[in-house]
């Protein structure tokens, strides 16, 4: 039971990702939005990273790449999130500039 | 009363930075030197391998927990900074050392400061209510309450098959060679979708000029 094992690594990725989802799901500010998505992604990540250490790793035209596949998976997520964070933050810079605002209730028009 | 409350103040800050220094060394330390302590000691109920899981595992929590129910937006990205240095230092633990040193330079150096930026930014300073919710904290704690058990219950009962007896090893040279041969077209297709968000943030976030 106190072994560490898959399971304690799965229980760490759900409540990182029910914190991201509250996050995103009760913030107003458009900057913590996007830092609840980061913590979304990062529990994805732990989950994929887990797997791929505690799962048999299966071959794939006879050669066994799927030994590291769960840590390819989440360099891709690592990449994905660092574009998703700086186009997010672009964004909500461009929205302060026109409304003096990171509300993202007031952000409900594409151009003003 | 001021010079008290600086005091508290200075001193939990020190506390933080030692704390986020000792990660950072933990981390270095796990990666670079070979593990000099024998990890499967018995420290009382646990091992000291699943004791630093604990610690590591609760520190993540503490951080995610400090992202979602902080009320300064900027004590917010401090949980957030405190969150990723624990998953990194997970990722260790699961043998994926290359993760974890790009989790470390990618998320801490770059994402985290993009943040802190935006922040730093968008944000009137000591305007707490600025960044406050709008669900509250009562939909906050209902909407976790909902998702939590399906999530755990799922992770905990489910027979994963398992697979023990997997050793530590390095796995840069393995995740190059995957790069290159299993995974070549979704590579090359992050390195456009790079390129892509590097003109579009720039485009985006520049200062309109006026068309004239």
Not at chain 1, 17 to 45: P, W
Not at chain 2, 17 to 30: C, D, H, N, P, S
Not at chain 2, 75 to 84: D, F, K, P, Q, T
Request: glycine content about 8%; some cysteine; hydrophobic content about 60%.
């Amino acid at each position: 039971m106190l072994n560490v094992s898959l399971t304690h690594y799965l229980v760490v990725g759900a409540l990182l990702f029910c914190f991201g989802m509250v996050t995103v799901a009760t913030r107003r500010n458009a900057v913590g939005v996007l830092m609840g998505i980061e913590l979304l992604l990062n529990a994805a990540n732990v989950n994929f990273v887990a797997f791929n250490h505690y799962l048999p790793p299966e071959t794939w035209a006879g050669q066994t790449f799927g030994e590291v596949s769960g840590q390819v998976f989440a360099l891709f997520v690592i990449v994905l999130a660092a574009a998703e964070a700086a186009v997010g933050l672009a964004i909500v810079l461009a929205i302060f500039q026109s409304t003096r605002n990171t509300d993202v209730r007031d952000a409900n028009v594409m151009r003003e | 009363m001021t010079t008290r409350r600086n005091s508290v103040r200075f001193a939990s800050w020190a506390f933080l930075t030692l704390l986020v220094l000792a990660l950072v060394g933990f981390m270095g330390w796990r990666v670079i030197g070979p593990l000099q302590v024998q990890a499967d000691a018995r420290l009382g109920l646990v091992t000291l391998g699943d004791l630093v899981f604990y610690v590591l595992a609760a520190l993540t929590l503490a951080g995610a927990a400090g992202v979602a129910f902080s009320r300064n937006v900027l004590h917010s990205a401090i949980g957030l900074l405190m969150a990723l240095l624990g998953v990194g230092a997970l990722y260790v633990l699961l043998s994926a050392d290359f993760l974890a040193v790009t989790q470390l330079l990618v998320y801490i150096g770059g994402v985290l400061v993009l943040v802190l930026f935006a922040v730093m930014l968008t944000n009137r300073i000591g305007e707490v209510n600025v960044s406050n919710r709008s669900v509250g904290l009562a939909g906050g704690v209902g909407l976790f309450l909902a998702a939590a058990p399906i999530l755990l219950f799922v992770a905990v009962r489910a027979p994963w098959p398992l697979d023990p007896a997997r050793p530590m090893f390095p796995t840069t040279e393995l995740i190059g060679d995957a790069f290159l041969s299993r995974w070549l077209l979704p590579f090359e297709l992050a390195s456009l979708l790079l390129l892509a968000t590097l003109i579009g943030a720039v485009v985006i976030a520049r200062k309109e000029t006026s068309a004239e």
